[in-house]
């Protein structure tokens, strides 16, 4: 089955403690991205990548790191999460600007 | 720079009765343009798409959107909304050349028995 896999799910964290959430697609889609999530505010797009080892910023990078070192797998890092990165994390994955694959989605909540 | 704008943060229809959600962007070229359906605690799903060509675009669903380059808009449709239409509702634009993408803040739509 065609799928972008997050993990994990829910997360809770301390201030400045770092993370990982993972994101894998079984699709063979060159174009991977992430988005976060907040009331009022939309989907915006934190970084996005191109194919292995070419990754871009989106509209809110600060804060985040990615890597690209498979084209399956798109990692988001935080390397020192603060409470306002509290938010819900999508991944999604696609075939250049087609159809947007999006993961079932990350609640972070940064104490 | 480029943005998308949802004006209608909620809205309410009867079952059965029409619908139209309302999606305004922002760009210098002809944009990319994407309808996306949330339900509640899952990811985004693809409504319908618009790159060129015919503006009246049908989808997944029941739903249609219309590309009218005067007016950027690219509202989306459907003649008669089931209870199971109700979710959140969002617009995107998709700027050519460089794969960013900028959704819409979103409408959430209730549906009434």
């Known amino acids: 089955e065609a799928q972008v896999t997050q993990n994990p799910r829910y997360l809770i964290t301390v201030t400045g403690k770092k993370l990982t959430v993972t994101c894998s697609q079984n699709?063979?889609?060159?174009?991977m991205s992430w988005y976060r999530q907040d009331p009022g505010l939309g989907l915006r797009q934190i970084y996005y990548?191109?194919?292995?080892?070419?990754?871009d910023k989106g509209d809110v990078p600060e804060g985040y790191k990615v890597s690209r070192k498979e084209k399956r797998n798109f990692p988001l890092i935080l390397e020192s999460p603060s409470p306002n990165q509290t938010s819900l994390y999508f991944c999604?994955?696609?075939?250049?600007?087609?159809?947007?694959?999006f993961g079932s989605g990350t609640q972070l909540s940064v104490l | 720079a480029q943005s998308v704008t949802q004006p209608d943060i909620h809205i309410t229809v009867s079952e059965g009765a029409s619908l139209e959600l309302r999606c305004n962007y922002s760009?210098?070229?002809?944009?990319?343009l994407f309808w996306y359906v949330q339900s509640p605690g899952q990811g985004l799903q693809l409504l319908l798409k618009?790159?060129?060509?015919?503006?009246l675009v049908q989808g997944i669903k029941g739903f249609e959107a219309e590309f009218k380059r005067s007016q950027s808009s690219f509202n989306l449709r459907k003649p008669s909304v089931h209870w199971s239409d109700a979710a959140e509702y969002f617009c995107?634009?998709?700027?050519?050349?460089?794969?960013?993408?900028?959704f819409g803040t979103g409408t959430r739509l209730k549906v009434l028995a």
């Open positions: 999604a994955s696609s075939t250049g600007f087609g159809k947007l694959f």
């Open positions: 699709m063979n889609h060159e174009y």
């Open positions: 618009y790159f060129s060509g015919d503006t």
């Open positions: 995107a634009v998709g700027a050519s050349g460089t794969y960013k993408y900028i």
């Open positions: 760009y210098g070229a002809t944009p990319y």
């Open positions: 990548s191109m194919n292995v080892e070419v990754t």
